[in-house]
């Protein structure tokens, strides 16, 4: 079997179909998303629009086809937490366990230190006990990309008729300097 060769680029608005597709899966499916509609397709184009103006946006590809995404955005939005994103990533379920998750947080993460972000957190899905919504399997993939859980909520969210926790898990990409040095908009790093 050849080694699938996975290309990453920068999203554009009209992968928004492409994305969405993918997305879909997960909202009507599993637990791993706490939305419980899909976006229509303006919505979901919207918001790729809007996390580019300060955050990547990225996509992968194998042969021309699109097989993931990982988004950033703000953590909190206090001016204090400006060094501090969060993270989304979703890989099209026919395309696990070939390391595209891997590529594109290694890719995220470059372009987010270059934008003087020094905490990334990603917000995971947590079973109270895994089920066939709903498995440990993305908080294995966090720590397996050097993340470390710093919160656990309880029973937070509720989905197809269950509640689920949710962890936040943190990974420290940068140097903190006093005073820090200013957040630069991805739209800036662009130009």
């Not at 918001?47 to 993931?68: C, F, Q, S």
């Not at 953590?75 to 395309?95: E, M």
């Not at 029973?155 to 898990?169: A, D, H, T, V």
Request: with cysteine; proline share 3%.
């Amino acid at each position: 079997m050849r080694k699938m060769e996975i290309k990453i680029r920068i999203a554009r608005e009209e992968d928004a179909e492409d994305l969405l597709k993918i997305y879909a899966y997960y909202v009507k499916n599993t637990a791993i998303t706490f939305e419980h509609d899909v976006p229509t397709l303006e919505e979901f184009t919207g918001r790729i629009r809007e996390t580019l103006k300060n955050y990547p946006y990225l996509v992968a590809l194998i042969d021309g086809r699109i097989v993931g995404y990982i988004y950033a955005g703000r953590f909190r939005t206090r001016a204090s937490y400006a060094w501090s994103a969060s993270t989304s990533v979703y890989v099209d379920r026919q395309y696990h366990r070939l390391g595209i998750g891997k590529q594109l947080y290694a890719e995220l993460e470059t372009i987010l230190a270059k934008q003087n972000v020094i905490n990334v957190y990603a917000g995971v899905a947590d079973p109270v006990k895994e089920d066939e919504y709903l498995t440990h399997n993305s908080e294995h993939f966090h720590e397996a990309m050097g993340y470390q859980v710093v919160a656990r909520y309880h029973e937070c969210g509720s989905k197809f008729g269950r509640w689920y926790n949710i962890i936040e898990m943190e990974k420290i990409i940068g140097k903190r300097t006093c005073p820090p040095q200013a957040f630069i908009p991805f739209c800036e790093l662009r130009e």
